[in-house]
């Protein structure tokens, strides 16, 4: 409306006349150009978010109905108070909410976080620290390790360990030293709070208009807080499979960490990492386990390491239903564990299987927390398929007051380092005027299998995609582990394989290892990644001896050459 008022003004203004002359005719000419483009006799004209409401009878008739508030309301902008409870309410205390809350305390400004778990199916919740502190990366972890001791146990009599007592492990034992462990990480998180002036509270938070939240406790008691920032940090929960007997009888990760009982035989359901990891360890601490797979492993990973994974997985014992999906599970016996009864149906037919476990757990994939927020209300957007917020280079949403990180945002990177590092990044520009924004490129990550895996940059599949065959090298080698010579087990098992741009001088764009220690090999690379490592450079740094990480100094056969890539001797 405002340019054709003033093109409409432009048109009608002509020189000449004195001040007040020249005034009245612009008041005419302006009221005959409201005219024109409103289509309204009388002034004024009240417009609310662009809608027009009309002249003053018309604005008096809305507000008798409502109107003008409901525009405010869809939105987002509904009167806002002067002063605010807060300068930044966190939802969500899991470890990126967490890293932000602390680091705007740093900048002497209000803070508030909100934390609420709602419990699984089977009624499992926890404390304050998110899925990676809780039923995530650090419980997973650490009975990954769990198995690993189990393993060099076996490996200690070959180095001339001599234990006659049957070595056995116990499920309660494991569990309650890692909850114990767990217990402390929570105790501490609310302790740094407290220390740094962190308003924490125990309720579910959910937008109920602009810059305004209700908090609810688990009492149902609620309290409204109102803050100039809101930061979205809420990450995701597993999902489950719509079938019949799911919810009733099978557990997710959110449940397995702090499981009461041994869950004896074991079937997984999925093939994300959350799925191997599981069955790893599980396996590597004595149990019956398979893993019923619909499709491919690990998604989104290399393709070549991924079926590695899964081939070390079965030699070493783990049963894998490929190509099925489970229809319905039933309880046989009841117990701890009891006795379940999984249907299973083809993706490639019409064949029906049936099996009998102790234990299903599902690990099929992990839904964002932002669907009961109240997002609506204040016009942030989401993906309505994924439930992903799509915010921009700064995280900021649609909503400029708003912003997110962590595991909810589309199109970004599901890892705990990657949340805290945009957390702390994005409350240092809006506190401390920084600049920095979060690099989502080049992220190294692990997944802790039985054979670890760790990766930085592209897949091979991705650099093709991106940089064509023809413009990529691939350096590659098989390798076998000083410590699993002596014990005489997986040799030439282990692989290293990095990705080079041929047409920007070889420059490593993907780093991928599959052995021992996999995440503190691929730590260290990534940095050399970061700034622009080659393959020449590589070349050019001498290997510590004996490790396993020397052998990315010494690749020299392209996969593409078809050349033997088994190693022999040290």
Known sequence: MGSALRKSKAVRQAPGGGPERRAAEGAQNLQEGQCEVTAETSQPVVFVQEKQIGDHEKTLKAHKEGKPQKLLEMNGHMPVPRAYDYDLIVIGGGSGGLAAAKEAAKYEKKVMVLDFVTPTPLGNSWGLGGTCVNVGCIPKKLMHQAALLGQALQDSRKF?????????????????????????????????????????ENAYGEFVGPHTVKATNKRGVEKLYTAERFLIATGERPRYLGIPGDKEYCISSDDLFSLPYCPG?????????????????????????????????????????????GEYMEEHGINFIREFVPIKVEQIEEGVPGRLKVIAKSTKGNQIIEGEYNTVLLAIGRDACTRKIGLDKVGVKINEKTGKIPVNDEEQTNVPYIYAIGDILQDKLELTPVAIQAGRLLVQRLYAGATS????????????????????????????????????????SHFWPLEWTVPSRDNNKCYAKIICNIQDNERVIGFHVLGPNAGEVTQGFAAAIKCGMTKEQLDSTIGIHPVCAEIFTTLSVTKRSGENILQAGC
């Open 160 to 200: 001339g360990w001599q234990f006659t007592e049957e070595v056995k492990h116990n499920w309660m034992t494991m569990t309650e030293s890692v909850q114990n462990y767990i217990g402390s990480l929570n105790w501490g998180y609310r302790v740094a709070l407290r220390e740094k002036k962190v308003t924490y």
């Open 265 to 309: 035989k074991t079937l997984v359901v999925g093939a994300s990492y959350v799925a191997l990891e599981c069955a790893g360890f599980l396996a590597g601490l004595g149990l019956d386990v398979t893993v019923m797979v619909r499709s491919i492993l690990l998604r989104g990973f290399d393709q070549d390491i991924a079926n590695k994974i």
């Open 437 to 476: 924004k979060c690099d989502y490129v080049n992220v190294p990550t692990t997944v802790f299998t039985p054979l670890e895996y760790g990766a930085c940059g592209y897949s091979e599949e991705t650099a093709v995609e991106k940089f064509g065959e023809e413009n990529i090298e691939v350096y590659h």
